[in-house]
């Protein structure tokens, strides 16, 4: 099965593919479209290894998704970590969950982080992420790699 997959993914035009979808995309796009649409843009571009969302909900991954982009889309999945009072919550992993789902990504749910500042964690997240990559084959040293997420609390 695994070989009738790869032999039929390796017949999809993706450029034509993506260059088909912005023909149809909404004008004028919302700043998550655009930044999706050139994430993808730019992976093609620079023949990336790989996509690298930082999410929290999962809709920044499933709008990546929508663009069909040729290299796999990692999906880190970023509990949020809160403290009220002297209780600890931290978001669930249904995003990951509900991504399993949208052809193209890769749903990991990442540690929480205690970090103190926004700027910190974000930093914490792309470390754990690319490690993660490497670690499963998804890309190697010296492979470029297209990061879409916020920086800090912006």
């Known amino acids: 099965m695994a070989i009738i997959c790869k032999e039929a993914e390796s017949e999809v ?3 034509a593919t993506f260059k088909r979808i912005m023909q149809t ?3 004028p796009m919302s700043p998550l479209e655009s930044l999706s649409s050139s994430a993808v843009c730019t992976a093609n571009s ?18 990546v998704a929508k663009y069909r982009p040729s290299m796999p889309i990692l999906s880190m999945v ?3 970590v809160k403290t009220e009072k002297f209780d600890w919550l931290c978001s669930d992993e249904a ?5 399993l789902i949208v052809r193209g990504l890769v749903p990991v749910l990442s540690a929480g982080s205690v970090k103190a ?3 910190e964690a974000t930093k914490e997240a792309l470390v754990f ?15 470029s790699v297209v990061a879409l997420h ?4 912006a």
């Open 117 to 119: 500042s926004d700027v």
């Open 78 to 80: 970023v509990p949020e």
């Open 13 to 15: 035009n993706y450029v």
């Open 46 to 63: 620079v023949r990336v290894a790989l996509i690298l969302v930082l999410t929290r909900g999962g809709s920044t991954t499933k709008i």
């Open 95 to 99: 995003p990951a969950r509900h991504s």
């Open 129 to 143: 992420s690319l490690r993660y990559a490497k670690e499963k084959g998804f890309c190697k040293v010296g492979d």
């Open 25 to 27: 995309a909404p004008v």
């Open 150 to 153: 916020r920086v800090g609390a």
